[in-house]
């Protein structure tokens, strides 16, 4: 069973980069999608990007200009960085891998438990 | 505000049958991307429940079935049991977004 758990600051201070990473067990990274997904307090659910085990990436452009995301696969992790953050970024970040069975554009089937990051001074 | 949109809420008797709708527009739902569906019950993390519209992943109950038409999809849930009160989101893909987006979800109470 494959198992995903986020990790990282769950306080961050305006202006600065939120540092993500979640950690895949039970299952190789390799030769799937992973995406960043969040949800702000009393809103819906955001995609953030994917990005494949190769480290190719597809951002959603809301999020272009200030998303990074990074692999390594020699310790099955992958990361999010998201700079010049202010209140509005303030949410619970999950982690997940697209189902690979499925018809493009890929679904979720494993999600992490989500981790909440606020921004505030 | 979500792109696809979802009732806030529904309830249902045990042994009862609910659905629940999703309706979205002519650059996601109705541009004939999949919609799929994800129950995250209180404090765990979300669970894959339905894709490709209609098709159950491997241990999804057969009480789960989904549907769609036009630029809408539904979820119902047959024999409503306590177990089933969650919070349940559709998910597809917009074309004008380049972007996953999903429903604001529905939380789901066993009366």
């Not at chain 1, 999608?33 to 990005?51: A, C, N, T, V």
């Not at chain 2, 995250?40 to 993390?45: K, M």
């Not at chain 2, 047959?78 to 939380?107: N, P, R």
Request: hydrophobic share 30%; proline share 6%; charged share 10%.
């Amino acid at each position: 069973q494959v198992q995903l758990q986020e990790s990282g600051p769950g306080l961050v201070k305006p202006s600065e980069t939120l540092s993500l990473t979640c950690t895949v067990s039970g299952g190789s990274i390799s030769g799937s999608y992973w995406s960043w997904i969040r949800q702000p307090p009393g809103k819906g659910l955001e995609w953030i990007g994917y990005i494949y085990s190769s480290g190719s990436t597809n951002y959603n452009p809301s999020f272009k200009s200030r998303v990074t995301m990074s692999v390594d696969t020699s310790r099955n992790q992958f990361s999010l960085r998201l700079n010049s953050i202010t209140a509005a970024d303030t949410a619970v970040y999950y982690c997940a891998r697209h189902y690979s069975s499925a018809s493009a554009p890929l679904p979720f089937d494993y999600w992490g438990q989500g981790t909440l990051v606020t921004v505030s001074s | 505000q979500s792109v696809l949109t979802q009732p806030p809420s529904v309830s249902g008797a045990p042994g009862q049958r609910v659905t629940i709708s999703c309706t979205g527009s002519g650059t996601n739902i109705g541009a004939g991307f999949h919609v799929h569906w994800y129950q995250r019950l209180p404090g765990t993390a979300p669970k894959f429940l339905i894709y490709g519209d209609i098709n159950r992943p491997s241990g999804v109950p057969d009480r789960f079935s989904g549907s769609k038409s036009g630029t809408s999809a539904s979820l119902a849930i047959t024999g409503l049991q306590a177990e089933d009160e969650a919070d349940y989101y559709c998910q597809s893909y917009d074309t004008s977004l380049s972007a996953w987006v999903f429903g604001g979800g529905t939380k789901l109470t066993v009366l």
